[in-house]
């Protein structure tokens, strides 16, 4: 509702003794504006049940802090390694050209039909990413332990962030091979088309694989700080 100011001015002093006192006046003034709080979203934290749920909306609300955690673990990594990505690379190829001298050496043949560098590049580009992965992703929960207990967000993020990191140096590892099915002219076929669904298998054993560590990791480090 407005406010209302009354102006109760006595009368001055040139007024005579007999002057009545002016009338009040009455100044109708628009009420100040109400501020609009925003509205504040209510997070209730529960102890699991029986069967531990997934809650797959609560990871999309949280999309952007799983993606800066991933970048920024690829940048660490590249930051304290010298040559990181130089290495990322080198590494599978260093490896092929051991196995590929070994293999002319001991003349063995193995009914590949594929030239063996590829075949070898292969295997080797994806087991790196395994084991590399299924370190960084068993050693998430230990190394964001701090962040988790002084900020919410779903504990998963935290080996998912892990895992997109290692996924990058896969991705790298895809130059190489392109370069070598061009040099030895194999061209993938419509087999292609399913490389997607192997690497999302790669992708979902790695991650249970990591997680299954990173329980075993956490519970030894609970029973050395109670004893």
């Known amino acids: 509702p ?5 102006d109760a001015t006595s009368p001055g002093p040139e007024a005579g003794p007999g002057a009545a ?11 100040p504006p109400r501020e609009e709080r925003p509205e ?9 049940g029986a069967f531990a749920h997934l809650s797959l909306a609560e990871l999309w ?9 991933a970048w920024r673990r690829v940048r660490l990594q590249y930051d304290e390694m010298w040559l990181g990505l130089f290495w ?35 295997g080797l580009a994806i087991w790196y990413f395994f084991t590399d992965a299924t370190m960084a992703v068993a050693m998430s929960l230990q190394r964001d332990a ?19 990191g290692e996924a990058f140096n896969l991705a790298l590892a895809v130059v190489p091979f392109t370069l070598l099915a061009l040099a030895f002219g194999e061209y993938p076929g419509w087999r292609l088309v399913l490389l997607p669904l ?14 299954a560590f990173s329980s075993f990791i956490a519970l030894s480090s609970f029973f050395i700080l109670s004893s």
């Open 88 to 122: 990322a690379v080198a590494r599978p190829l260093i490896m092929v050209g051991i196995f590929w001298g070994l293999r002319d050496l001991a003349r063995a043949q193995l009914g590949v039909t594929i030239p063996y560098p590829l075949y070898v590049y292969t």
């Open 40 to 48: 504040l979203e209510e997070i209730v934290i529960r102890p699991p």
């Open 146 to 164: 701090g962040l988790i207990q002084r900020v919410y967000y779903p504990p998963l993020l935290s080996p998912l962030s892990h895992l997109l």
């Open 21 to 31: 006192s002016p009338t009040p006046a009455h100044f109708d003034l628009p009420a």
């Open 61 to 69: 609300r949280y999309r952007g802090t799983l993606w800066s955690k």
């Open 198 to 211: 192997v690497l999302l298998q790669v992708l979902l054993l790695t991650l249970g694989v990591g997680l």
């Open 2 to 6: 407005p406010l209302k100011v009354e």
